[in-house]
Structure formats: C-alpha cells, structure tokens
C-alpha cells in the first residue's frame, strides 16, 4: 500500500520555492522518533499496519506551510509482526497528525503528536458491516486525478437529501444515527451509515496533497460512489509596509461564493521571513477573498483582495499586497424609549454584548444584515430592536449567556427573508392587495432558504432558521406559515415572536395613523393578542420594558404627572419616573430634577397619560 502523494513536481517546486524557505531553515534542529505499537482492542499486535504523517503545525503560531507541505508528511511506516513501527526524523518544532490504517480495521487519526511524549499505541478496532434496522450504508471510494486511491481522506456529511427536501449543517446533531465523518481506508474505501430515508448526501472531503471538495448530491444507494479529487491551483503573494517584507503576518483565504452546497474552507498560513506567503491544493476557478487577521497586525491592516484560482497544477501570483493603517471601528446602539421602552444606554449595551460577541464568530450573521440595510433600513432597524429586546426578555427569563448570544444572532436575522420581498411592497403606505400580503406571508420560508446557503452550519444556523420559520406561527398556531402535524414553535422563537410584535406595533410606519406607544402595545399584547404568546416569552417582556415603559407619562394619586424613566424588576407597578408636574401645577426647575428611583410604596399609578395629551418633549426629558 503506497502512500499517496498528489502534488505536481510543477506545484512541488513552486512551494518549495515560497512557503519552504522558512522550514528549511529548521534544517539544524534537532530530530525526533516517533515509536509505538498498533493493537487490536483485545492488545493483540496487528502487523502489516500502516503508520502516516499526515500533517503537521507549528508548536505555537501559525506556520508558513501549509499543514501537509513540511517533509515530514512525507514520512511513514509499516508495522512489524509485533505491531511495533519507527518514524524517524521528524523536528522537534512541530506537532503532527498521525493516520493509522490496517486492513479490515476502521482508519484512526490522532491529533496534536508530540514526539517528545513518548510511546504513541494506538487501538483500530474492526470494521462493523452489521446494521441495524432502519439503516444503510452508503460505500464509496476517493481517488485522485490519476484515479489512484488516496487514505486517509475524510468524508464529513453536511447535508441530507430527504424525500423531495433536504437539511444542511451537522447532520449527525439532528439524528445520532448519521455518521459524523468517516476516514478512507488504504484502498481509498469508507462507509457512511445513515437513516434509510437519506436518498442521496452532501459530502465535504478532505484529504493530503488535494484540494477539498464539496459533492452535492452523492446517490445513497447500493450503487456506491467514486469521489474524484483535483490537485487544484497554488497562489502565491508578498505581503509589505513602506515597500518593506513583513515576516509572520497571518493571512487568510476564504471563498467568495458562500453556497453551502459548494463552499469549502481553508487553511490561514503566516508569511514567511521574507514576507512571502503560499496557499497550496486551492480549489481552482474559484474566486477567493485574501485578508489579514482582525488584530494581528497591531495597528496595520490589510485592504481584502478578491482574486479567482487559476487552473490545477497551476500557480497563481498576486500583486504585492500592501499594509496600510488601520481604523478602530467603535459606536453605541441608541434605543428609542418610544419605540423599545429601555433609554438605559448601558444596560442596552450590556445585553447586546452577547450579540456582539456571537457576531464577531458567525460572520454570515454580517452578511445577512448588511444585505437587508441595503434593501430596506426600517427592516434592519427593526432587527437590531427586536435582537435587543429578545436577549433583554431572555435576560430576565434566566438564559445563560452562551443563549443569550444565540438569541441575538437569530434575532437579528429572524427577518432576513424580507429580503424577497420588493422594496416597494415593503414602503407601501397604504393597504396591501391580497397578492402583495401573500408575498409577504413567504418571507418566513424565503429567510430559512437563506440560510441554508451559509456557509458552516451549526446548531446556532439551525436555530436561526426555526426563528426565521416560526416567528408567526403564534403560540396558539393561528399565525403562519401553515404547518402540519405536533410541529410548534422553538423556544427561541416564542421569545423572538414577542420582541418582534412589540417593536413592530410601537414602529413609526406610514401606514400607522399613529403608531401605539410602548405602553398601549403592551396593553394591547397583554389583553386581546395574549394567547398569540407564550405566556412566559410575554411576562419576559412585561419585566423587561415594565408595566409602564419607558416613555410613558402618568399621573399618580398624589396628582403628580411623572414621567417613566426606566422598569423596576423588583415592582413592576413602582417604575423609576422623573416629576413633569407637581400637584399645585408648577415644575421643577431644569437644574433641579425630582426623581423616584423607584416610585415610592406610598403613591400609585391611576391613569396613563396619552401621547397626544403630553405638551413635554418626552425623547429629550430622557436624554436628560
């Protein structure tokens, strides 16, 4: 059994031209074995079994190569009639992937080697060809562009063709009877078990020396599957600042075309010592974005350089990509207490930090809301309302904060299909035609299509998507879109589905004579529209924006008009207010606020004041 190695000698010496030069210059250091024994689980010696360096990382950082162009990748080793095998020669600066494969034995890989540990035994058990009811197994083969088998390849599931639909992100999170990847064999082999109901799958593969591809639609039938790897294109660049190399800057490659049914990541490599960098085995006709690391520059960034691969076995040369001074990005989310009932700038802030922080991990979130403010700015301040609200309500309820982010994220995108609805349907100012409302009813459907062109799906893409199918269906299912059988909605979108009616009936729109104030929306949600919400989602609210809302003027039964500055979650009846009127119908001088922080147990709301009745500027009383 070889061990496969696909690189051109044309591509071979292109890396070795760039990306080597700064592992060449380890040539001193001192070498390593690596030793060990192969076993099967009952601790007997497995002979004829192969050992390989699959690939390998720097100790710390990120390296100049690419993870299977160091030497030692090169290297392996078969084991003798004790199971015992030698690979040595390796450097002690690096840490390696390890592939064991054996005849007959389910292929193994271990992470993070370090020679210097020691003894490296490893345990393959036997492959299991039994099923169980209800499952099948898909048998395929990976081969290079010579059609030669290729080990050690992996084979990770994103996606399922079911009936007439299909389902993308961790599959094996949806139903624990899919396997969560599977490795080739010496023989190119793997086997892929999964429900009977899969008709055909969507597989990502990985493998040494190739470039990584994303096959749509592999049938799961008996017929198996031959999944055929490029070399793909190299793409070379010098990164500089005054015109001077820069050494040890990380640099990124990410693809332009975020399908999800297509999209494949790559590896991040440093520049090397003379500020040289090498993207080997990239995907080729592709067009790719070229960046540096928010942050690893100090004050220097990098413009992002969009440019397409060129064919395989070939090598594509960028311009000298430049450095230029950076800006520091920063701002505040300002919240209408008219429209949201919060004014508190810094409990705003601190739950959206969440969200904030979830952004800063899921950059299709960006994507998504970047693409709804240009189509329509009401639509992407209304998400960012209904994100903060959602984790102020979650906030009371008791999520944790890892929830909490994953509220924000869904939140924010919750609306995102609206982006398939025409502009000019979205700005009417008068009464949709039922034509017009039907299309606006698909938007739930059109947001979750959306997603599911993102690229790395998660359980957090998962919840996302059921936020954006189920913010209407109402708790009591009398909303849309039409569902069949138990189907209900996710906990996540109960809450999204009371923040989003909140702020849409308290919106400024043209269609609304005049809009309701925070108070009369809550009002109106606690009363006739209460069994659209969970009730829990709905008190969440009530404790989040108080009883009275922030905005809201009031009188008291001593006759003082007050106004709502703030919720208290102690005593949602006790607000903190600010005094507009006193009872002998003077006000308190502009230097000399009166405040309640909270209302006193002594005095008591009796009426709201509507917002027609109220001669103060209420925004500017709150910016005070």
């Not at 034995?105 to 540990?117: C, N, S, Y």
């Not at 599957?225 to 050494?247: E, F, M, S, W």
């Amino acid at each position: 059994m070889r061990c496969v190695v696909t690189l051109s000698a044309r591509l071979a010496a292109a890396v070795l031209a760039t990306s080597m030069l700064g592992v060449i210059a380890h040539a001193a250091e001192t070498k390593l074995t690596l030793h060990g024994r192969v076993l099967a689980p009952s601790g007997k010696a497995l002979p004829g079994a192969r050992v390989h360096i699959y690939t390998a990382q720097p100790r710390t950082g990120i390296g100049a190569a690419c993870p299977s162009c160091y030497p030692e990748c090169a290297k392996s080793a078969v084991t003798d009639r004790a199971g015992r095998y030698t690979i040595p020669g390796l450097g002690d600066h690096l840490l390696y992937r390890v592939l064991f494969v054996a005849e007959g034995r389910v292929p193994e890989f271990r992470d993070r080697v370090d020679p210097l540990a020691g003894l490296l035994d490893q345990t393959l058990r036997v492959r299991d060809t039994t099923l169980a009811p209800g499952l099948r197994t898909l048998v395929g083969h990976v081969v290079d562009p010579q059609g030669q088998p290729v080990a050690g390849a992996t084979v990770t599931p994103v996606g399922i063709h079911v009936g007439d639909g299909m389902m993308f992100g961790s599959v094996h999170e949806i139903n624990a009877r899919i396997d969560p990847v599977v490795v080739s064999d010496g023989n190119g082999e793997f086997r892929l078990t999964g429900p009977d109901s899969v008709r055909a799958w969507v597989l990502r593969v990985n493998a040494r020396g190739l470039s990584p591809k994303a096959f749509p639609e592999v049938d799961a039938g008996p017929a198996g599957a031959l999944l055929k790897l490029d070399t793909g294109n190299t793409v070379t660049g010098l990164l500089l600042r005054d015109g001077v190399p820069v050494p040890g800057a990380p640099i990124c490659i990410d693809q332009v075309e975020r399908d999800a049914m297509s999209y494949t990541r790559l590896d991040t490599v440093a520049t090397d010592d003379r500020g040289r960098f090498t993207f080997v085995n990239v995907p080729a006709g592709q067009d790719y974005a070229f960046a540096s690391v928010i942050g690893s520059l100090g004050p220097w960034a990098l413009r992002t350089v969009l440019r397409t691969a060129g064919e395989d076995d070939s090598t594509t040369m960028l311009p000298p990509l430049q450095l230029e001074r950076g800006f520091r990005l920063s701002g505040k989310i300002v919240l209408s207490a008219r429209q949201s009932g919060r004014p508190d700038l810094r409990h705003a802030k601190r739950l959206v930090q969440p969200v904030v922080d979830n952004i800063m991990k899921n950059e299709y979130s960006i994507v998504g809301l970047t693409a709804l403010k240009d189509h329509d700015e009401y639509t992407y301040a209304h998400c960012v309302n209904v994100s903060v609200l959602s984790i102020g309500i979650g906030q009371t309820l008791g999520l944790p904060r890892q929830v909490l982010a994953d509220l924000g994220v869904a939140a924010l995108l919750h609306d995102v299909g609206k982006i398939a609805v025409p502009g000019d349907v979205l700005r009417k100012p008068g009464k949709l035609t039922p034509d017009e409302w039907g299309v606006v009813r698909r938007h739930p459907i059109e947001g979750v299509r959306m997603m599911t062109r993102m690229p790395g799906i998660t359980s957090l893409t998962l919840d996302t998507m059921r936020v954006c199918l189920e913010h209407h269906m109402n708790f009591d299912r009398t909303g849309y879109p039409e569902v069949a059988g138990d189907w209900g909605q996710s906990p996540l979108a109960r809450i999204v589905a009371v923040a989003d009616c909140f702020d849409a009936i308290t919106a400024h729109r043209a269609y609304h004579a005049r809009p309701r104030s925070a108070f009369e929306g809550l009002q109106y949600m606690l009363g006739p529209a209460r069994v659209s919400f969970d009730p829990a989602a709905l008190w969440g609210l009530v404790r989040t924006v108080g009883l009275y809302p922030a905005g809201t003027v009031v009188e008291t039964d001593s006759h003082h008009v007050v106004l709502v500055l703030g919720p208290n979650p102690q005593d949602v009846v006790r607000p903190h207010v600010r005094v507009l009127v006193r009872p002998d119908g003077t006000a308190p001088p502009p230097d000399q606020p009166e405040e309640w922080n909270p209302m006193p147990r002594s005095r008591s709301v009796t009426r709201v004041i509507r917002p027609e009745e109220v001669t103060v500027d209420t925004a500017e009383q709150l910016a005070a």
